[in-house]
């Protein structure tokens, strides 16, 4: 005959945590910054994720690509 272990035993183990925890934690952008739910973010072709706020660090530091002025 099997054990059975209650459900809040079995989570604890898997997670560290009797319930489900929740959070506002979306996951990390290209620059290594939290993505929260609701946050405005770019998605790259090649799957990169970016926040909008760093859109500009990105397309600079990570793209090489060099802010000018029109003359």
């Not at 405005?40 to 397309?59: K, Q, R, S, T």
Request: proline share 6%.
């Amino acid at each position: 005959m099997r054990d059975l272990e209650h459900p809040a035993i079995t989570r604890t183990l898997r997670t560290g945590y009797p319930e489900p925890i929740e959070s506002d934690h979306w996951g990390v952008d290209a620059c290594g910054d939290e993505i929260l739910y609701g946050d405005a973010i770019y998605e790259f072709p090649d799957g990169e994720i970016v926040l909008e706020e760093n859109i500009f660090e990105y397309l600079s530091q990570v793209l090489g690509a060099v802010r000018k002025f029109a003359e």
